[in-house]
């Protein structure tokens, strides 16, 4: 069983940065993607940034251009900087990781608190 652990979240102030690192233990096998959601509250969760097994990645339009996704093969980690950080982007960040023919992996969450 794949389990994923969050790390780098934490307050921040306006147009700072902040790293987010998602370690998977366990197989990476047949991986289809892996990525980030938040959900700040009162929202639901979407969608900000993906890695695909082939090598493409995809953001979400409110994050483009401020918000960078990698990933680290040997270490089964993926990572996002966020750069420019905005209030709106106040959220619990979740890791999630998809396989073909396995159901999804969720991280714990990380918070992300983007305050003066």
């Known amino acids: 069983q794949v389990q994923l652990v969050e790390s780098g979240g934490g307050l921040v102030q306006p147009e700072g940065s902040l790293r987010l690192s998602c370690a998977a233990s366990g197989t990476m096998f047949r991986l289809n993607s892996m990525g980030w959601y938040r959900q700040a509250p009162?929202?639901?969760?979407?969608?900000?940034?993906?890695?695909?097994?082939?090598?493409?990645?995809?953001?979400?339009?409110?994050?483009k251009g401020r918000f960078?996704?990698?990933?680290d093969n040997a270490?089964?980690?993926?990572?996002?900087r966020m750069n420019n950080l905005k209030p709106e982007d106040t959220a619990v960040y979740y890791c999630y990781l998809d396989r073909w023919g396995w159901a999804r992996v969720w991280g714990q969450g990380t918070q992300v608190t983007v305050s003066s």
């Not at 960078?68 to 990933?71: A, E, F, K, P, R």
Request: overall charge positive; cysteine-free.
């Open 42 to 63: 009162g929202n639901q969760r979407e969608l900000v940034a993906k890695f695909t097994s082939g090598g493409t990645t995809s953001y979400s339009d409110s994050v």
């Open 68 to 71: 960078t996704i990698s990933m």
């Open 75 to 80: 270490k089964n980690t993926v990572y996002l």
